[in-house]
């Protein structure tokens, strides 16, 4: 069904491709130093290092804890009552909303899911007893990432985390691959140490993934671990690839930040400037079709929601 009027966005378009949130978000590090260990294990070395200092300094030694127990506890208390900014709120939209591909000119349309789209997921797991120490993860990790201005001991860590080489060149090879964002998400169920690492990938199409997989950026890689894979048996990689034809798939976010496919970004030219411009998809979903799932697949009527006496406030 189509809608009566053209699809609202939430986002301006922008000249400069924004970076995917792959790329976009902060280092690693601590994430991937925290999930080697279990927690019992992080216990007992503070309560090692605690100790040491103790027998070093006496009472003070408990200075430290204590003032960064009450400073957490007071920063807390006063966001709860909203004297301080709540960082976690920082990129929430209060509204409904969800992702509709603008066409090559920019229009959002009136038909939701009017195109088809490829969704890519690749991943990596360290199964040695050391984690992300043992042998040849380093060596995955600044192969994958290329020449990296860090020590070693760093390398290992960005290892799982910066699983692709394709990360940076994907962002900058974006429309010659169709390629619309990419997001990493961490394994923390599976077992007491999370050191597998998800990689979710957006591409126009299947075409644009293949002619990817097969370019300079992506090849190396590719060789390099059908060459040496027998020396590492506890590394692990993986990729699922859903090719999903139009009026085929949905979204819906409700007061979030932009997450998933809410985060990519498509380019069109724009008639006027001649420009390439990058435009988000997130777009107003409260009213019309885009207020149900069978309306963002185009598979039902625009005021179906409320001929079901359904009561949604959005």
């Known amino acids: 069904m189509v809608a009566t009027k053209e699809f609202f966005s939430l986002q301006p378009p922008s000249e400069q ?18 999930d080697q260990l279990t927690i019992t294990t992080w ?35 006063l966001q709860v009552i909203g004297l301080v900014r709540n960082p976690q709120m920082d990129g929430v939209l209060m509204k409904k909303f969800s992702a509709q591909y603008p066409d090559e000119a920019g229009n959002y349309g009136t038909k939701p899911a009017n195109d088809e789209i490829c969704v890519f997921l690749i991943g990596a797991r360290c ?11 380093k060596e995955m990790g600044e192969f994958f990432t290329g020449s990296m201005p860090f020590p070693d001991l760093l390398a290992t860590a960005c290892a799982l985390m910066y699983l692709l080489p394709v990360a940076k060149d994907l962002d900058a090879h974006a429309a010659e691959f169709g390629f619309l964002g990419m997001t990493n998400w961490t394994n923390a169920a599976d077992r007491p140490t999370a050191n597998e690492s998800l990689q979710v ?3 126009k199409n299947v075409e ?18 059908n060459k040496g894979y027998t020396k590492f048996p506890h590394l692990s990689i993986y990729h699922e690839t859903y090719q999903v034809p139009k009026g085929a798939w949905e979204n819906i976010y409700i007061n979030s930040h932009a997450s998933g496919i809410t985060s990519t970004y498509s380019s069109y030219v724009d008639r006027d400037t001649g420009k390439t411009m990058w435009a988000s998809p997130v777009v107003d979903a409260s009213k019309g079709l885009l207020k149900t799932s069978a309306g963002r697949m185009s598979r039902s009527q625009e005021d179906s929601h409320e001929k079901m006496g359904v009561y949604n406030p959005y």
């Open 17 to 34: 491709k924004p970076t995917s949130a792959f790329n976009a978000g902060k280092s690693p590090m601590h994430n991937m130093f925290r």
């Open 208 to 225: 644009g993934l293949h002619a990817f997989a097969h370019s300079q950026y992506h090849r190396a890689g590719w060789d390099w671990w």
């Open 201 to 203: 990938c957006y591409f």
């Open 43 to 77: 216990l007992c070395l503070g309560a090692i290092t605690q100790g040491l200092l103790f027998a070093a300094i006496g009472r003070l030694a408990f200075a430290p804890a204590a003032l960064i127990v009450v400073y957490k506890v007071l920063l807390t208390y």
């Open 127 to 137: 199964n040695h007893p050391l984690g992300m120490f043992g042998p040849y993860f």
